[in-house]
């Protein structure tokens, strides 16, 4: 019988490193973005690690989620902001002016869901450690 993850992996291909750079993170701050309505400027926690600003447009989490956070050197499998969703490698960005240093994942984001699904923040269990190497386990 396979796990989940090799399950994942055999469906949608994914290798091994598929998830490189990307972490569980805690919400530790969500503010309203300076100079957009419909962003945020969300603060993350990766445990002992420093405290990563994220510029987010997603409004399905909150304050205390524990979420999937890329870093740069990230691999974005299928990307919302393209209309064939070429992949990516992460890199730091400045978006309207405020720096992001990462990107909080939905799960098509990462090859883990179907395009035409809503593109909602993936909220993992509360179980998970801030700062662990995410793995679709890690999903509720």
Same mark, same amino acid.
């Given at each position: ?18 998830? #490189? ?64 969703? #070429?992949?990516?490698?992460?890199? #730091? ?46 999903? #509720?």
């Amino acid at each position: 019988m396979l796990s989940l993850t090799n399950l994942l992996k055999k469906i949608f291909g994914l290798q091994s490193s598929g998830f #490189k750079n990307i972490f569980a993170a805690k919400v530790s701050s969500i503010e309203k973005h300076p100079n957009a309505d419909r962003l945020r400027v969300v603060k993350l926690n990766l445990g002992s690690r420093e405290v990563y600003p994220v510029i987010c447009g997603a409004f399905n989490f909150e304050e205390g989620d524990v979420v999937a956070l890329a870093l740069p050197g990230a691999e974005i499998k299928q990307n919302i902001h393209d209309k064939n969703h #070429k992949p990516f490698i992460l890199e #730091k960005a400045k978006i309207r002016g405020v720096e992001s240093q990462g990107m909080i994942c939905a799960r098509f984001e990462l090859g883990l869901g179907p395009l035409d699904e809503r593109p909602e923040i993936m909220v993992l269990k509360t179980s998970v450690a801030p700062g662990s190497q995410f793995t679709p386990k890690m999903l #509720k």
